[in-house]
């Protein structure tokens, strides 16, 4: 087996053992991984593909496409946690292999080194990467088809002006632009601007601005045009709702969810690329001493570079503001780690280069011992895990952690010492899906108590719920009739003349309960409960999930 397809298949193994293996792992989250299993679900017990529905009301945050992928997956692996997961960690594995195609492409100081499988095996180790890669949020998706787009670009910019093989890939790139939008709306169209333009403008092109603009642009509209109009003539309020609300409102408004300071990706990028932030000072010294570069490599670090950082100002300059959001960045840096170490060769500084490893190490350490002094002091006055599977299982994965990191150390040729240290976290990444503690399992993941409780439950009880727990029950128990003492995300739907019977107060459910005796159920996280039941009659049945769960109450 040669050197390229040993390194191929390192990389499948690591895709299979850190973003396949663990989906089923854990029981799904609240928020996001109920409401992207019950949508799609909702799409294939309605059979309405077009307009987005969450128990049974409107839901317009979003375009369709993510549905439709979570959709397809539950219709192949049925409505499981593994399918409700699938599409995120399929589309990490795939951003990764086109990470090690724009990385293969330019030529190399020592050409028997596989740069891209080095880009791909970095970007698969990120921290961030490793634990949304295996989370069912959409924007695993978008960053795909960012990904997509970005590199088609790159490739249309490398190939001869005008010819066959430019135009192909700017189609590619126009293509990749309308299934971002269909994901997650504008962001699809400002961030590959933002990236293209400026790099043009780098390399002195301006002629190609427009040249190479026209024709992504009229085939992302071409993508997008069929559902555009088939959601406009079923539901018309949705793009003045899917502007405004969420995207001029979300980027400016001072109330926007989420509020974050201007330099919180700035104070969130280093863990998120853990543990590669530990070898910033050899990163530095690389870019310093790699000037003289072929000319694709210099124009793959511009693009790079580009794709890194016009993004991330540019999420900077919304107020609201989560971690998921700068996801698109990550292909960017390890396509600039990987061309950083290459250029280093036999000069890596290996000084620098040991400091930071073995700073890696330290943490881990640190980790393993956060880890067993909690199991033992516990958390909230109970232990992080009521099974030593967890613990014990975390602490040899943190063990083999700090060895791997000792071995790059150790290892005589650079090449070795970076796929070492790329290889050191994935143990930990690998379990940290059983390593929830229990405490969190109890605030934010129900769906095994749910499920508990559905031979307890009659499709003729009145379930009431709020915007918290909606989506679980939804999804645990099949539902799409709840009623909404809050309503949260699904405020919009509830104030539509169909959804206005679906919100309820408190003095209504007492008259429902007083119609119906023994037929309405309660379903709210336990610390809400303890505000309402006062105002309620006593349950005649109630069931928990904790101290920090959720209650089960029948009236």
């Known amino acids: 087996m040669n050197m390229k397809h040993r390194d191929l298949l390192l990389l499948l193994l690591v895709f299979i053992l850190i973003y396949l293996l663990p989906l089923g792992a854990r029981p799904l989250f609240m928020p996001d991984e109920t409401r992207y299993a019950e949508i799609p679900r909702e799409m294939i017990a309605s059979g309405n593909w077009v307009v987005p529905h969450l128990n049974g009301l409107l839901y317009f945050e979003k375009p369709v496409l993510g549905y439709w992928i979570h959709a397809a997956a539950q219709l192949v692996f049925g409505e499981t946690r593994f399918a409700v997961r699938f599409p ?6 795939l951003s990764a292999l086109l990470v090690l195609l724009v990385a293969r492409a330019p030529a190399r100081v020592d050409p028997r080194r596989p740069l891209g499988s080095l880009a791909a095996l970095i970007f698969l180790s990120f921290f961030a990467i490793a634990g949304i890669g295996t989370f069912a949020v959409l924007d695993n998706l978008l960053s795909l088809f960012l990904t997509l787009a970005l590199a ?13 093989r430019e135009r192909g890939f700017l189609i590619g790139a126009g293509i990749s632009c309308g299934l971002a939008f269909l994901t997650k709306g504008f962001l699809a169209l400002a961030v590959p601007a933002l990236v293209a333009g400026s790099y043009l403008l780098w390399q002195k092109r301006w002629r190609d601005l427009f040249r190479m603009s026209w024709l992504p642009l009229l085939v992302a509209f071409l993508v997008v045009l069929p559902w555009s109009l088939a959601i406009h003539r079923q539901a018309p309020d949705f793009w003045n709702y899917f502007f405004w609300e969420e995207h001029v409102r979300r980027f400016f408004s001072g109330t926007a969810h989420h509020k974050q300071p201007p330099w919180y990706y700035l104070a969130v990028l280093p863990v998120m690329v853990l543990p590669w932030t530990f070898l910033a000072p050899t990163l530095w010294q690389g870019l310093r001493t790699s000037i003289q570069n072929s000319q694709q490599q210099q124009n793959l670090r511009r693009y790079a570079l580009c794709w890194l950082i016009l993004p991330l100002l540019f999420f900077s300059a919304s107020r609201g503001k989560l971690m998921t959001y700068i996801l698109p960045c990550l292909p960017a840096l390890a396509i600039l780690i990987a061309l950083t170490f290459d250029r280093l060769g036999s000069t890596l500084a290996q000084k620098a280069f040991k400091v930071g490893a073995l700073f890696a190490a330290g943490l881990w350490l640190l980790l393993l011992v956060a880890l067993l002094v909690m199991q033992l002091v516990g958390l909230h006055g109970a232990p992080l895990y009521s099974h030593p599977t967890s613990w014990l299982l975390g602490s040899l994965a943190l063990i083999c952690g700090i060895t791997g990191f000792v071995w790059s150390v150790r290892a005589r040729t650079a ?5 070492l240290y790329s290889l050191a976290p994935l143990p930990f990444l690998m379990a940290a899906p059983v390593l929830m503690p229990d405490i ?6 129900p769906e095994i108590f749910l499920e508990q409780m559905i031979p307890e439950i009659a499709t003729t009880d009145r379930i009431v719920t709020d915007g918290g727990v909606v989506r679980a029950v939804c999804w645990s128990w099949k539902r799409t009739d709840l009623y909404l003492l809050t309503g949260g995300e699904l405020n919009y739907g509830l104030n539509q003349p169909e959804g206005r019977s679906r919100r309820i107060d408190l003095a209504e459910v007492r008259k429902m309960i007083e119609a119906q005796p023994g037929k309405v159920v309660l379903v709210v996280k336990v610390n809400t409960f303890s505000k309402l039941h006062k105002e309620l009659p006593t349950p005649a049945q109630i069931r928990q999930d904790g101290a920090a769960g959720v209650v089960v109450a029948r009236f």
């Open 88 to 93: 995120a960690a399929l589309a990490t594995g």
């Open 415 to 419: 090449w070795k010492k970076l796929v």
């Open 152 to 164: 088609s670009f790159f490739w249309a910019s490398e190939a001869d002006a005008g010819s066959r």
């Open 440 to 445: 969190t399992l109890q605030k934010k993941a």
